[in-house]
């Protein structure tokens, strides 16, 4: 018999599917310094306030001019009913990082780019993607270590505990005093 885990599930997200190459890409380590997707999705970041819809487009256009990225079709399978067709990237970008390109561009198309994100841990740094519109780490154990670092949560802790052994002694004392007239009947 396998032991389940409840924080474990089987749900797929709108979105989620897309963004897989993408975060596979941002979280690889070799990567280039100054890697275009990267530098798309922080300029989509500080949008409107510090860069503008005229910034996205034309450095999005000067990356396509510079790598000279399109799409080509390849056809796999032809009956005469059906052709299978797959859409290879063509140009001189790494097949993963135009790939990772398109699926950002089909994401920020389909208004999830912002659930792109880095994780909100200081000096974690793993690039995922947001289930939720409020999820800002990219692991449970991220959020943990996050909140057990904060002051407040300390004291919280701190105090909740303080408690807890304050009331398990008044149990015991109630405990060992019944135990005690019991013992003399």
């Not at 500080?46 to 790598?67: G, K, M, N």
């Not at 880095?118 to 959020?143: E, T």
């Not at 105090?159 to 007239?181: F, I, N, P, S, V």
């Amino acid at each position: 018999m396998t032991k389940r885990q409840s924080h474990v599930h089987d749900r797929s997200y709108f979105g989620e599917f897309d963004s897989a190459p993408l975060i596979a890409w941002l979280n690889a380590k070799v990567r280039p310094k100054d890697d275009p997707v990267e530098q798309l999705l922080e300029m989509n970041q500080r949008l409107p306030v510090q860069s503008t819809e005229h910034d996205v487009r034309s450095y999005l256009a000067q990356i396509v001019r510079r790598s000279k990225l399109a799409v080509a079709p390849v056809l796999t399978g032809a009956t005469a009913r059906k052709w299978e067709i797959d859409w290879k990237l063509v140009g001189n970008m790494d097949s993963r990082q135009g790939l990772a390109l398109v699926r950002m561009l089909h994401l920020a198309d389909q208004g999830l780019i912002e659930r792109v994100r880095k994780c909100a841990k200081p000096g974690c740094g793993k690039w995922f993607f947001a289930r939720f519109k409020h999820q800002l780490f990219d692991s449970a154990r991220c959020q943990q270590e996050t909140f057990k670092q904060d002051p407040a949560w300390k004291k919280q802790r701190a105090d909740y505990m303080r408690r807890l052994r304050q009331e398990t002694k008044l149990r015991e004392r109630r405990w060992l005093r019944t135990a005690k007239r019991k013992g003399r009947k």
